[in-house]
């Protein structure tokens, strides 16, 4: 019956319902598509150094701007600051492992990531090293940051690897 009480004249509006539900998720469905397709990460630069990351990035950038690299794989070679490597065995507490990288003269420093869902991550081999100037490989996606000081505000960026595959730990230097 319809509202008024005079036979079943919803029927057609039912229909149209539906349609229009069948019509919204294929929209949506479409949609993700275009999403997932635009998900796909930008190679950055070949491998660089700290100070020449940070140049191509633009850091220090403006806070709630995104920085040029931002979503971009960046592949940096540099020596590990052997004083900031924070791995799980001795920092169980962390809500991710991760260590320092800087350059030569030790003047610039980049931070990498190893975050919790990238558990096969092992830094206990950088750990071992602690007492030596070891030099790595990084190939990770470039995180923007905000950096309140004081009054004022800068952004900056930190690397965060997907796989134990991207970070090659080279010779002493």
């Known amino acids: 019956m319809d509202a008024r009480g005079k036979g079943d004249l919803l029927l057609p509006c039912k229909a149209n319902h539906e349609a229009a539900a069948v019509a919204r998720a294929r929209m949506a469905l479409i949609a993700m598509m275009f999403a997932v397709a635009g998900c796909a990460v930008a190679e950055g630069p070949a491998f660089t150094t700290v100070a020449g990351a940070l140049r191509q990035c633009g850091v220090p950038g403006t806070c709630g701007q995104k ?93 965060e690897l997907n796989s134990s595959s991207d970070l090659t730990v080279g010779r002493e230097k």
């Open 67 to 159: 920085l040029a690299c931002e979503g971009k794989i960046i592949s940096v070679t540099a020596r590990v600051d052997a004083t900031n490597i924070f791995e799980r065995s001795h920092y169980p507490n962390l809500p991710q492992e991760k260590f320092t990288l800087t350059d030569a003269t030790g003047s610039e420093a980049l931070e990498v990531w190893a975050t919790p869902p990238n558990r096969d991550v092992n830094l206990s081999a950088l750990a071992a090293q602690a007492g030596r100037r070891i030099e790595v490989s990084v190939r990770a996606i470039a995180v923007g940051v905000d950096l309140p000081i004081a009054t004022r505000c800068t952004r900056t960026i930190h690397l």
